[in-house]
């Protein structure tokens, strides 16, 4: 199956700086990607759907200002934490569909534990 | 809004016997897709198996297989010969093709599988 490339899959930094976690298509071109955020022991919530080329799509509650997205190529999108709190300490996971084929699929990257001491 | 419900937060199976998770969910659309993801402690989201809502026919991958019930929104996961290597939490999750693999996740269920 096709590949998604997450990094970093650990993260630490301290409050009030900020963090980016890339996440990458290997294989194949992805025009959409899924950021989902993840707390312990609970399922994955989607925070925002990143657009190759326009601006992405946060969902109801996911600060715009503190979660920044940019869909920078075909094969790329980062999530930017900025100005990080010990309440964003938690774990990060991005998702590209691939559709080639006509078959559609939802692959995700290894997904990034971040820590904010 | 498109809900997925998971009844069982955890489920324990004796190795090389069968278990069955659970998992409804609410739509208005007549055509999407279903999905049991598995999640070890690697964290590593797993595809385990897939139905699309327009096949009759229950997909079965090995040694897992499901019981999709369209009328009752029900997709059930069954793990035959379960390992130990199964031990691991597992999410159903929902999408349609004009929500471009949006993926809308139930709660989880915890599988503990005994030696």
């Known amino acids: 199956g096709a590949v998604v490339s997450q990094h970093p899959s650990r993260v630490i930094c301290k409050s009030g700086t900020s963090v980016k976690i890339e996440c990458r298509s290997l294989?194949?071109?992805?025009?959409?990607m899924f950021w989902y955020r993840q707390f312990p022991k609970q399922s994955l919530m989607l925070m925002a759907t990143?657009?190759?080329?326009?601006?992405?799509?946060?969902e109801q509650g996911v600060e715009k200002d503190k979660f920044l997205i940019n869909h920078a190529s075909l094969t790329l999108s980062t999530l930017t934490v900025t100005s990080a709190h010990p309440e964003d300490s938690s774990f990060y996971i991005c998702?590209?569909?691939?559709?080639?084929?006509?078959?559609?699929?939802?692959?995700f990257g290894q997904g990034t534990r971040l820590t904010v001491v | 809004a498109q809900t997925v419900t998971q009844s069982q937060p955890e489920m324990s199976v004796q190795e090389a016997e069968t278990v069955t998770l659970s998992c409804t969910y609410d739509?208005?659309?007549?055509?999407?897709?279903l999905f049991w993801y598995k999640q070890p402690p690697s964290r590593q989201m797993i595809l385990v198996i897939r139905?699309?809502?327009?096949?009759?026919q229950n997909a079965t991958e090995n040694r897992f297989s499901v019981n999709f019930q369209k009328a009752a929104k029900s997709f059930s996961l069954k793990i035959s010969d379960s390992q130990l290597g199964d031990a691991a939490m597992y999410f159903c999750?929902?999408?349609?093709?004009?929500?471009?693999?949006?993926?809308?996740f139930g709660g989880g269920t915890r599988l503990m599988v005994k030696p």
């Open positions: 990143s657009n190759e080329g326009s601006k992405a799509t946060y």
């Open positions: 998702s590209a569909p691939d559709r080639g084929g006509g078959n559609t699929e939802a692959f």
């Open positions: 294989d194949f071109q992805a025009t959409t």
């Open positions: 739509t208005s659309e007549s055509d999407y897709y």
């Open positions: 999750a929902y999408t349609t093709y004009n929500a471009g693999n949006m993926l809308t």
């Open positions: 139905q699309e809502a327009y096949k009759q």
